[in-house]
């Protein structure tokens, strides 16, 4: 197979620290040589934030080579609510390559080995030229206007990247993001990403040098992934075709499209709900039938092609899962429904790509083949696959609040009766990195179901639903709420006459989520205003109880620049602390820096205590720590609870020696009870969470834990 000429890889780039990085609110104004400088990083203020404020240009240089400090950039995607903001010097930009792999199409149209080339997936794609995913933080030089030009970085890049309108190896293309750096964040609406159009958006990136409060709010990327295969109706088409073929034109009028996907883009595309035909072909050995390229999944292969009139489902699309298949097709009762997207986890079985520095948006779902244009919208282009989800990158000091991301697949079509349905997109890509707060987050990246019909008392009974999308991927280094979610869509049913059932169709399996994600895994440079901005590299931060009341707190620093002292505060909630000790920075040329003080506890009648350092710099400029707990002498059950005060949600901290089931009740002054939760402890330390308490009255309540036939209550501030 012919072969484009990609970028050099760079092999000896030097990896990140991996430690937690305090900053101190002080701008550096003088780097090395090789460092980034004149940064927009904010230093201070709380910034609400109402829609998204990113801007995506498309990268348009054909190659871009680790090491490289320029690039061209196209002209910026406007809309109403993004792509208003133009790159400025000294600007945070990601860069991301959006497509770009190789699909095996092999001499017959129906040989399995289509895709990854193992024979019998006829779906999948190439370890060689594959780009996709790869992904970086860079510091812009220069201003950039709306209608493009010449990028310079302050730094040689990390990852190559490729440009490359469709051709013998599919489609390649990468965007740039510019990233607005906020000290704080507070979310005052709901955020959406663009949905992505081809070249640009899909994503939505937010980055808080400090603090990142939720405040209940969402941010959606669902359905801005890749696009769906775009049905439309046809009657047949002579030649060689088969009921086997896993590849085929897009100008023979039989078979299903594909979905968009790693691998390229479909001639015809369900567009946001409209059908749009991109001209070319946009897959190589052509965009309809069963195979499934890269991601995106497999359109119906009909299996009678000459009158196209058997009508499977198409593949649903995949990410962190694999799209299910698609469904029969009605009299034939053959196998020829699209085949599902695979994962990105695996290409192959035993080769993973996706990281947290290396993401894709779900895969787009194929369409179902259709003969009679059933459903609305009428002409066929009901059939059409959905789109996968969208991606999601947050980046904060500390998280606070409650709030949800939501990255899953597009909703199918059900409307369809009497001929084939598309499959479910799969959902998108979420990354969290802070250093406290996750568990207020719930994060879902869900496949979409496979669409349904109705064929009913039709004279035929059942025609082929769609397949399922796969789950997307979550990665996060802390876990977050308990109902974060990367379930794979469910097949489509079809409601004949007399059965009812999936025909054939198939789930899409379930994505992955990772919560232990490290720093040295990261993106390069995303973390580049923590790190530059606030330059105190805490290396580690413990508190341990020692005897008689006494508390040993003890951490070691790097990187320590303009720092002036360290202040340790302790508090029995995590929200109201006070000092209780000072130590002055070190001026040492040592290149790591050790500390250690004690606090000895009086009058403390609490189980559970917290400590966090507060570090101030030469100017009286300061920023916090992340909060560690420690438990003192504990009774062999014993409660604490924070955030107290409270607004919607607190979290219950219960540690016990044992395992044990009981119940959570939350009781006003009358005595009333407000809400009650059956509840299951571990041994050791557990956390509840407590919600749905926005519509409270302010004032005081009482929290009981009914534990092992033993009652512990604590006082729970409504505010």
């Given at each position: 197979?012919?072969?484009?000429?990609?970028?050099?890889?760079?092999?000896?780039?030097?990896?990140?620290?991996?430690?937690?990085?305090?900053?101190?609110?002080?701008?550096?104004?003088?780097?090395?040589?090789?460092?980034?400088?004149?940064?927009?990083?904010?230093?201070?203020?709380?910034?609400?934030?109402?829609?998204?404020?990113?801007?995506?240009?498309?990268?348009?240089?054909?190659?871009?080579?680790?090491?490289?400090?320029?690039?061209?950039?196209?002209?910026?995607?406007?809309?109403?609510?993004?792509?208003?903001?133009?790159?400025?010097?000294?600007?945070?930009?990601?860069?991301?390559?959006?497509?770009?792999?190789?699909?095996?199409?092999?001499?017959?149209?129906?040989?399995?080995?289509?895709?990854?080339?193992?024979?019998?997936?006829?779906?999948?794609?190439?370890?060689?030229?594959?780009?996709?995913?790869?992904?970086?933080?860079?510091?812009?030089?220069?201003?950039?206007?709306?209608?493009?030009?010449?990028?310079n970085l302050s730094a040689g890049l990390s990852n190559a990247y490729?440009?490359?309108?469709?051709?013998?190896?599919?489609?390649?293309?990468?965007?740039?993001?510019?990233?607005?750096?906020?000290?704080?964040?507070?979310?005052?609406?709901?955020?959406?990403?663009?949905?992505?159009?081809?070249?640009?958006?899909?994503?939505?990136?937010?980055?808080?040098?400090?603090?990142?409060?939720?405040?209940?709010?969402?941010?959606?990327?669902?359905?801005?992934?890749?696009?769906?295969?775009?049905?439309r109706s046809m009657n047949g088409a002579s030649g060689t075709y088969?009921?086997?073929?896993?590849?085929?034109?897009?100008?023979?009028?039989?078979?299903?499209?594909?979905?968009?996907?790693?691998?390229?883009?479909?001639?015809?595309?369900?567009?946001?709900?409209?059908?749009?035909?991109?001209?070319?072909?946009?897959?190589?050995?052509?965009?309809?039938?069963?195979?499934?390229?890269?991601?995106?999944?497999?359109?119906?292969?009909?299996?009678?092609?000459?009158?196209?009139?058997?009508?499977?489902?198409?593949?649903?699309?995949?990410?962190?899962?694999?799209?299910?298949?698609?469904?029969?097709?009605?009299?034939?009762?053959?196998?020829?429904?699209?085949?599902?997207?695979?994962?990105?986890?695996?290409?192959?079985?035993?080769?993973?790509?996706?990281?947290?520095?290396?993401?894709?948006?779900?895969?787009?779902?194929?369409?179902?083949?259709?003969?009679?244009?059933?459903?609305?919208?009428?002409?066929?282009?009901?059939?059409?696959?959905?789109?996968?989800?969208?991606?999601?990158?947050?980046?904060?000091?500390?998280?606070?609040?409650?709030?949800?991301?939501?990255?899953?697949?597009?909703?199918?079509?059900?409307?369809?009766?009497?001929?084939?349905?598309?499959?479910?997109?799969?959902?998108?890509?979420?990354?969290?990195?802070?250093?406290?707060?996750?568990?207020?987050?719930?994060?879902?990246?869900?496949?979409?179901?496979?669409?349904?019909?109705?064929?009913?008392?039709?004279?035929?009974?059942?025609?082929?639903?769609?397949?399922?999308?796969?789950?997307?991927?979550?990665?996060?280094?802390?876990?977050?709420?308990?109902?974060?979610?990367?379930?794979?869509?469910?097949?489509?049913?079809?409601?004949?006459?007399?059965?009812?059932?999936?025909?054939?169709?198939?789930?899409?399996?379930?994505?992955?989520?990772?919560?232990?994600?490290?720093?040295?895994?990261?993106?390069?440079?995303?973390?580049?205003?923590?790190?530059?901005?606030?330059?105190?590299?805490i290396l580690d931060f413990n508190a341990t109880y020692a005897s008689?009341?006494?508390?040993?707190?003890?951490?070691?620093?790097?990187?320590?620049?303009?720092?002036?002292?360290?202040?340790?505060?302790?508090?029995?909630?995590?929200?109201?602390?006070?000092?209780?000790?000072?130590?002055?920075?070190?001026?040492?040329?040592?290149?790591?820096?050790?500390?250690?003080?004690?606090?000895?506890?009086?009058?403390?009648?609490?189980?559970?205590?917290?400590?966090?350092?507060?570090?101030?710099?030469?100017?009286?400029?300061?920023?916090?720590?992340?909060?560690?707990?420690?438990?003192?002498?504990?009774?062999?059950?014993?409660?604490?609870?924070?955030?107290?005060?409270?607004?919607?949600?607190?979290?219950?901290?219960?540690?016990?020696?044992?395992?044990?089931?009981?119940?959570?009740?939350?009781?006003?002054?009358?005595?009333?009870?407000?809400?009650?939760?059956?509840?299951?402890?571990?041994?050791?330390?557990?956390?509840?969470?407590?919600?749905?308490?926005?519509?409270?009255?302010?004032?005081?309540?009482?929290?009981?834990?009914?534990?092992?036939?033993?009652?512990?209550?604590?006082?729970?501030?409504?505010?």
């Amino acid at each position: 197979m012919k072969q484009i000429k990609m970028p050099a890889e760079k092999t000896n780039s030097t990896p990140l620290k991996n430690t937690l990085v305090i900053m101190l609110g002080v701008l550096m104004l003088q780097f090395s040589a090789v460092s980034v400088r004149a940064q927009n990083c904010a230093t201070s203020g709380t910034d609400p934030i109402i829609a998204s404020e990113n801007t995506y240009y498309p990268g348009t240089q054909a190659t871009v080579n680790a090491g490289d400090v320029s690039m061209t950039l196209g002209a910026a995607g406007a809309g109403l609510n993004f792509g208003i903001a133009p790159i400025a010097a000294g600007d945070i930009v990601l860069i991301i390559q959006m497509q770009g792999a190789q699909i095996l199409v092999p001499g017959t149209v129906t040989n399995s080995a289509y895709g990854s080339g193992f024979g019998g997936m006829g779906a999948g794609f190439l370890s060689t030229g594959l780009y996709a995913g790869k992904m970086e933080f860079a510091v812009s030089l220069n201003a950039v206007p709306l209608v493009g030009g010449t990028l310079n970085l302050s730094a040689g890049l990390s990852n190559a990247y490729a440009y490359s309108p469709y051709g013998a190896n599919g489609q390649y293309t990468y965007q740039i993001v510019r990233v607005p750096q906020h000290f704080n964040i507070l979310l005052n609406g709901a955020i959406t990403a663009p949905l992505w159009n081809g070249s640009t958006g899909g994503l939505v990136v937010l980055s808080a040098v400090n603090q990142f409060d939720f405040n209940g709010k969402t941010i959606s990327a669902t359905g801005a992934g890749f696009r769906g295969g775009g049905g439309r109706s046809m009657n047949g088409a002579s030649g060689t075709y088969t009921w086997k073929d896993f590849y085929s034109p897009a100008t023979a009028a039989t078979n299903g499209s594909k979905g968009e996907g790693i691998a390229g883009t479909p001639r015809y595309l369900n567009n946001n709900g409209v059908l749009k035909d991109n001209i070319v072909e946009g897959y190589p050995g052509g965009s309809y039938a069963r195979g499934a390229p890269g991601n995106g999944g497999g359109g119906a292969t009909d299996s009678d092609p000459a009158s196209n009139d058997q009508n499977a489902g198409g593949g649903g699309g995949g990410n962190g899962g694999a799209g299910g298949l698609g469904g029969n097709g009605w009299s034939s009762f053959k196998v020829s429904g699209g085949i599902g997207g695979t994962k990105f986890t695996s290409y192959s079985p035993t080769t993973n790509y996706s990281s947290p520095s290396r993401m894709i948006m779900g895969g787009g779902a194929g369409s179902g083949s259709s003969n009679n244009g059933t459903g609305l919208p009428g002409g066929g282009f009901a059939s059409s696959g959905s789109a996968g989800g969208g991606m999601v990158i947050i980046n904060a000091l500390t998280i606070s609040g409650t709030g949800t991301i939501n990255a899953s697949g597009a909703l199918a079509n059900n409307t369809v009766s009497i001929d084939g349905s598309g499959g479910g997109g799969a959902g998108g890509s979420i990354l969290i990195y802070a250093n406290s707060g996750h568990a207020g987050i719930t994060a879902i990246a869900n496949g979409a179901d496979g669409a349904n019909n109705f064929p009913g008392n039709q004279d035929a009974t059942q025609h082929g639903p769609g397949g399922g999308g796969g789950g997307g991927i979550i990665f996060s280094n802390a876990a977050l709420n308990a109902a974060t979610s990367v379930t794979g869509g469910a097949a489509g049913t079809s409601f004949g006459n007399s059965i009812t059932n999936n025909y054939g169709a198939a789930p899409g399996t379930n994505g992955v989520y990772t919560s232990a994600v490290p720093f040295a895994q990261l993106p390069p440079n995303m973390r580049v205003c923590q790190s530059i901005v606030l330059p105190v590299t805490i290396l580690d931060f413990n508190a341990t109880y020692a005897s008689s009341n006494n508390v040993k707190i003890s951490w070691s620093t790097t990187d320590e620049i303009n720092a002036n002292y360290f202040e340790v505060e302790r508090s029995a909630n995590t929200t109201d602390f006070i000092s209780v000790g000072q130590v002055n920075a070190s001026q040492s040329a040592n290149p790591v820096h050790n500390y250690t003080t004690n606090d000895q506890l009086y009058n403390v009648n609490t189980s559970i205590i917290y400590y966090r350092l507060k570090i101030v710099d030469q100017s009286g400029k300061f920023v916090y720590s992340q909060i560690v707990p420690v438990k003192l002498n504990q009774p062999e059950t014993s409660v604490s609870i924070y955030p107290n005060p409270v607004d919607n949600y607190t979290i219950l901290n219960l540690y016990s020696d044992k395992q044990g089931a009981g119940e959570l009740r939350v009781v006003d002054n009358s005595g009333r009870q407000i809400r009650t939760k059956n509840i299951t402890v571990n041994t050791g330390n557990n956390s509840i969470m407590i919600d749905q308490l926005e519509n409270l009255p302010k004032g005081m309540y009482v929290v009981q834990a009914m534990l092992n036939n033993n009652l512990y209550t604590v006082k729970l501030l409504k505010k």
